[in-house]
């Protein structure tokens, strides 16, 4: 009767034994499959163990970067480059994505450094070169830039970038008032790919600024093919017909441009222009009145908190953590028992019954991280941010995986508008596994 259940013993003994012995190239390899498949997070997992069992491997920093670039966690994600340029100072791929997420971020000149050294280390990667041509651009080095962009081409890479190399290019020339340079470009960028509404609206803005309107409008025609929503395109196609003196159909243009963007102030104008021409002086007085008038704020919250979060979508995204609690040993001092209690007193919104509860749980146990925790939360729904912070930090002293701590903090020190260490924070959560920090992140920290 019992060789049953010892055959079954025997078969746990070898599976455990076999889960025990996965190497860390096992767990890197894991992690590759994931990223491959889109689950970053399960992969930043598999990374994370890849790196506790083997620390001097700079591709499991380096690919766990990437899986943090794509959740959006660019400072995380320079972390994890530093650590792979620590342990592999050659490494061209570790400078050149650490260049991207800090262009990502808006740090243009430490971007640009970084594509600097990865070009030094790989000289005829045409990505390290576009990639540098774009900060360029961004910094208004528009004549350095094209060069970079050329060098692209002449490098004769994927169509892809050959692509992004003619558009790009095309854009600094025009910059640079060589509207037929930039046209040319664009030719070549649209023959690669057909199907990208805006290089036929740029090319189109750059056969208006030499007076080729009927040109520009056929560009305007194909790009609202492709994305017939496009307001802009509405604009200048009408623009142009203006300016070949077809006012009808340039107020038919305008009209569907104001559709779509009722804040246009320059379709405004440019509809009370046509209506001018076309005699009814009312409507053309109208149309520039509203032309005068401050353009409405259309941006959101977000925008408007620079970044940072508002007091109630902290009250939502803290409310949302959902604490793990799991029942432990009953013990003389009876610290569980405040704890759970005050747990309780919390959800049910006696906060400051939750308070006393778990005062006194941490008085009976000072070494309780989930009780400092829990009282962080109590104190950060009270309003009393600091004090909540600072219990937040005690828990990760004494549990320095504490995800959800991490978390808390992360948002607080993002409400109150240490908007750089609040991202820090909510990196190390979603690191650590907790997964709703990287919609935070999102969001938030870019």
Known sequence: MKKPFLYFFYLFLISSFAFSQQTAAEYFEAG????????????????????????????????R????????????????????????????MSYLYRGLSKSYQDDNR?????????IEIAPDDAYSYLQRGTIRAKLNELTRAIQD??????????????????????LCKSKLDDYNGSIADYTKSIEINPKRAQTFVERGKNRIKVNAYSDAITDFDEALKLDIQDAQSFFYRGFSKGKLEDYNGAKLDFDKCL??????????YA????????????????????????????????????????KSTLDNLRGAVDEKTKIVDFTEEKSEVYYAKGLANYKASNLKDALLDLNKSIDLNPTYAEAHFARGLVRSTMGTQSEAMIDCGNAIKINPK???????RGLIKNALGDNNGGCFDLSKSGELGYAAAYNVIKDYCN
């Open 32 to 63: 590759v499959n994931k990223s491959k498949a889109g689950d970053y997070i399960g992969a930043l997992a598999s990374f994370s163990t890849a790196i506790a069992m083997n620390p001097d491997n700079h591709q499991s920093y380096f690919n």
């Open 402 to 408: 504490y995800a959800e701590a991490y978390y808390v």
């Open 110 to 118: 430490a971007a640009l450094q970084d594509f600097n050294r990865a």
């Open 65 to 92: 970067g990437l899986a943090k670039q794509a959740l959006k966690d660019n400072r995380g994600a320079i972390l994890d480059f530093d650590k792979a340029i620590d342990l592999s100072p050659r490494d061209a």
């Open 271 to 310: 509809r009370g222009f046509a209506y001018s021409k076309l005699n009814n002086q009312k409507a053309a007085l109208s149309d520039y009145n509203k032309a005068l008038f401050e353009k409405s704020d259309t941006k959101g919250n977000k925008e408007a908190y620079n970044g940072t979060l508002t």
């Open 259 to 268: 559709q779509i963007d009722p804040n246009h102030q320059p379709a405004y």
């Open 149 to 170: 962009f050329t060098k692209v081409i002449e490098l004769n890479p994927s169509d892809k970038e050959k692509y992004q190399a003619y558009y790009s290019r095309g």
